[in-house]
């Protein structure tokens, strides 16, 4: 199967047209109108970003889900405690997107009365791009944290096979217009998606991305499967930052934790998930008040800009540079979705009979 | 000098002299008695944990400062400003230790009243081992979180030579009595001390570690001192931690910012250092109360600790596992001080015409 998906062609879209379908795909099983357009935009805006693993190609496995019972459509997310500066919120199996865009918003109306504010989330899913959610308060004028706990994919130093999940780690900090420094990082060396590629390729992988059933450096990437584990990014540090994540993303929310997390695409779809999350928002100009935040700011990112560059580099990039231009051409020109996430939409117009994205 | 310094003996000293002789010393130059005692628990606790980059070998530079201007004796960090659950620090160029413990208690009373707490600081100096601050949080039931600014030493994805610090973070949770769950890392791949010690033995370092003045991976420890630099941990994303670290620290607090950060060991000791740093404090009970994190918590750490072995690995550390196994040795037994700190110590004595530490 993932032989046939990764070689079919690149297909071109409007983001426009895939929102409509995505749109239309979730309302077909359930979603209010509302729902589904938060969520539509939630996956297309992460393809623009050209983040096509956490875009519309997982959507197929979200709708199976709302289809047979793991997630529900008519859920609600809804805070269950809340303090002057947090809140708690219980997912209650809705669509991860909906319950996330909640919670951080939930995150970031305490912020506005207390300068910074938590969010917690249990009962949720599989949320997509962290980011996004970072980013919604970098539209606001806040600094976003999104941070979230996932099944365990990952080893940490001394063990064999998965100890800890990839949980990712995002902020956004505002910045240029509508283009927030963004960063959006999995807390393992690479994504397992790369080593399933390389996989599909018959290719070896460079040694420091995977561990095997023993516990020893890989080249094989089938290993991923067979009892290996990605590694931690940097080591020991990599695991005390997806050890601080799960902490807070699932320990403190009440979430499931490490293994009690059910694995949103290769499980049974009738189960809930279980995963946590957490936001967090900060209010800038209640700390550094007239615009001195963004003048401090620019001089520090022009700098960066502006360092003297190693031989050969035309360019030093800050975080979510190259997200933002792509999704400028995304914009413009279509977005160019890999065969892998076209073929999964097409399969999903097919699971629910209705109309197929316009692909070229 | 580095020679001389490293290649002296380790000696032996117990701690509660270390902390004796650490209180007089900046007795000596003015500080209170509160404050004396307060930055050397911070000191040799940090000596405690094997954790000597960071412990009493500063001290003598730290009084350096103290005695010509740089850091003030006599000054006491104060809010600035602050609202619900946020306060901003100014240092004051007090000694840095009693800053930051000072903003760190702020974030927790923040917390304590809102839920989540957080503490900026500006025109602070060098504040030691993040670590400490971080545990202070979790001695009172509270996760904390420390991260700091610093100069320039660590290059960033395509630059040739230093553009952001090694701008650490750390965080404590609480987990057994006493002994938090505790990481304290730098976003550089390894500390700069190695480098330094490489070079001082003629020995080449891992390719990884250092760029040098062209922006390419040397194996030549000399290059950190001639335009090289350290890299960051696992490449990007190391850099987009420190950035993250840069802005909460630096930027949003109003504190010295990259090259505006005055070296505390390297640069005139006279000038005010600049640093940054901030605090975070959550208060677990607030959020889920009745020792339900506390079970939780353990039910993650001992599943980590019980994962299958690699091959010839005997236990699974958690963070600050080794830390606290050395600081029961140390208490016990004394603490086993390298030879270029015993030598900065003796070297201090001389300077302040005082009694020399007790070391065998």
Known sequence: MFREVITTAEMRITADDLNGFATEALRQVGLSEADATLAADVLVTTDTWGVFTHGTKNLRGYVRRLRVGGLLAASQPHVIREGPA??????????????????????MAKARSAGIGFAGVRNSCHFGAAGYYAKLAADEGMIGLAMAND???????????????????AYAIPHLPGRPILLDMATST?????????AVCGQAIPSGWLTDENGQ????????????????????????LALLIET???????AATTWQVVSWSLHDPSLPTGHGAMFIAIDIKAMLPGGEFQARLS??????????????????LLPGDLEWERREQ??????????????????LAA????????LR
Do not use: C
């Not at 947090?86 to 995150?107: E, H, I, K, N, Y």
């Not at 099944?151 to 780690?169: E, M, Q």
């Not at 001089?299 to 030093?316: T, Y």
């Open 86 to 107: 947090w809140a708690m919120v219980d997912g209650g199996s809705a669509l991860a997107m909906r319950t996330s865009v909640f919670a951080m918003r939930a995150a």
């Open 151 to 169: 099944i365990p994919s990952v080893t940490v130093p001394g063990a064999a096979g998965p100890v800890l999940g990839s949980n990712p780690l």
């Open 190 to 198: 690479v994504a397992g998606g790369k080593v399933f590629a390389a």
């Open 217 to 240: 450096p890989t080249t094989d990437p089938n290993k991923l499967t067979r009892g290996g584990a990605l590694t931690p990014m940097a080591g020991h540090k990599g695991t005390g």
């Open 248 to 254: 807070l993303a699932g320990v403190l929310t009440g």
């Open 299 to 316: 001089r520090v990112a022009e700098e960066i800009r502006a360092a003297p560059k190693a031989q050969g580099v035309e360019r030093i």
């Open 330 to 347: 995304a914009l413009a020109e279509g977005i160019n979705l890999p065969g892998d996430a076209a073929e999964s939409l097409l399969g």
């Open 351 to 358: 699971d629910l009979g209705i109309n197929p994205p316009i």
